[in-house]
Nanobody
Framework: QVQLVESGGGLVQAGGSLRLSCAASGGTFSNYAMGWFRQALGKEREFVAGISRTGDATNYSDSVRGRFFISRVNAQKMVYLQMNSLEPEDTAVYHC????????????????WGQGIQVTVSS
């Protein structure tokens, strides 16, 4: 069983930056590919970024590529999402998630989820 806790969200002006953190406990962290997803009010959950078990491969949605960067430190059981050039459209609850299989955009393949953290970008 893996527990995930997000931190680092908040309110930021458009054009600003935030770094989200996700702390994992339980399980062997390096066995899991990790992902960040977000869900805006009234919208479906969407994939944002993913990183492989070793961190040597990453994937991003088209809407954030070049602005957001995912990274992980296995020894510390942490995964990060650096968000730059934030836009009002990035406003959402952000969740980190873990899956034991592969780097994937499919949320149904993730086994464990954090509670989520709010990110609000004002215009």
């Amino acid at each position: 069983q893996v527990q995930l806790v997000e931190s680092g969200g908040g309110l930021v002006q458009a054009g600003g930056s935030l770094r989200l953190s996700c702390a994992a406990s339980g399980g062997t962290f390096s066995n899991y590919a990790m992902g960040w997803f977000r869900q805006a009010l009234g919208k479906e959950r969407e994939f944002v970024a993913g990183i492989s078990r070793t961190g040597d491969a990453t994937n991003y949605s088209d809407s954030v590529r070049g602005r957001f960067f995912i990274s992980r430190v296995n020894a510390q059981k942490m995964v990060y999402l650096q968000m730059n050039s934030l836009e009002p459209e990035d406003t959402a609850v952000y969740h980190c998630a873990a899956n034991m299989w592969v780097l994937t955009t499919r949320d149904d393949l993730y086994d464990y989820w954090g509670q989520g953290i709010q990110v609000t970008v004002s215009s």
